[in-house]
């Protein structure tokens, strides 16, 4: 279970010990607020996140309007943990890339494994520009085109966030499939143009980037992309949020699952060559 569902699940058996207190049935409380009573149950279950004013009518039900504030205070934390790309995107794609590029400012080692696309982090312009055009395709808001403006201004932040692979103050540990270097999602004259800064970015002495070549042996299965900021926070993108994974637990998991996959990666020269071999063919 993830720290999310916990936290989601210990606020609804909050409120539903607020309910039981206050000599309240499920369906007296559905009553009093107009809901159906199928709302009472989800939420008390962790099966639904209520929103402010759901939390407002709760206690003001319960006759215990005193603690909305604690109530809004734990519903903020829970809401960090797992953040909508239409809340997250509403300052714009730039504002993203700076907040991003506070995290890595203090972070001593961010470790990042992308299954799908070249991390950020290593990415040309070019191909950037191919990754902040793309949107969801699931999501008609975030798959319509972006304003070419934004695009720019979001470039110009990732590549400004890149300055801090050649500080040597922090260290960096990138690893992606091979799949990532085959999968169409630009132009080829762009992807040539990505393989080759990927090949000089293996000769930093600064940064480690490894390759997973296909036919590695492999003990986890490349599922999905995270990054690893110390061993303080995960972040897993998915395609409508992104998740924030703050307990020490999981944050250990995904510490085990970057060695492993770590430990199938190719670095240095045998990764220069697989990727020569796929610039050769563009």
């Known amino acids: 279970m993830s720290s999310f569902q916990r936290a ?26 107009d809901w159906v009573p199928s709302k009472v149950s989800k939420i008390e279950a962790g099966r639904q996140t209520p929103s402010d004013a759901d939390l407002e009518i709760w206690a003001r039900a319960c006759d215990r309007e005193a603690v909305v504030g ?6 903020r934390s829970l809401e960090q943990q797992y953040v909508e790309h239409r809340r997250m995107f509403r300052t714009g794609l730039p504002a993203r890339q700076r907040s991003i590029g506070d995290i890595e400012a203090k972070t001593k080692l961010t470790r990042n494994f992308e299954p799908c696309f070249v991390p950020g982090l290593l ?81 930093l002495p600064t940064i480690r980037v490894g390759v997973i070549p296909f036919g590695a042996p492999m003990t986890v299965a490349p599922i999905h992309g995270f990054y690893l900021y110390d061993n303080t926070l995960v972040l897993v993108e998915l395609f409508t949020a992104v998740l924030n994974v703050s307990q020490a637990d999981e944050i250990g998991a995904y510490e085990r699952v970057f060695s ?23």
């Open 260 to 282: 492993h996959l770590a430990d199938a990666a190719l670095y240095g020269a045998e990764a220069r060559t697989l990727l020569t071999g796929l610039l050769d063919r563009h």
């Open 70 to 75: 604690e109530l809004v205070s734990s519903l």
């Open 8 to 33: 989601r699940e210990a606020l609804g058996n909050r409120l539903r010990e607020m309910r039981l207190d206050a000599h309240l049935t499920g369906r007296e409380l559905a009553s009093a607020a």
């Open 123 to 203: 990415q040309t312009a070019e191909y950037a520009r191919y990754r902040f055009a793309e949107g969801d395709p699931g999501d008609n808001e975030r798959g319509a085109p972006k304003n070419d403006a934004e695009v720019d201004e979001a470039i110009a932040a990732r590549m400004k966030r890149q300055q801090i692979l050649h500080r040597g103050e922090q260290k960096f540990h990138f690893v992606m499939t091979e799949a990532v270097l085959r999968y169409q999602v630009c132009p080829p004259d762009v992807m040539a143009g990505q393989l080759g800064h990927l090949i000089s970015m293996t000769t």
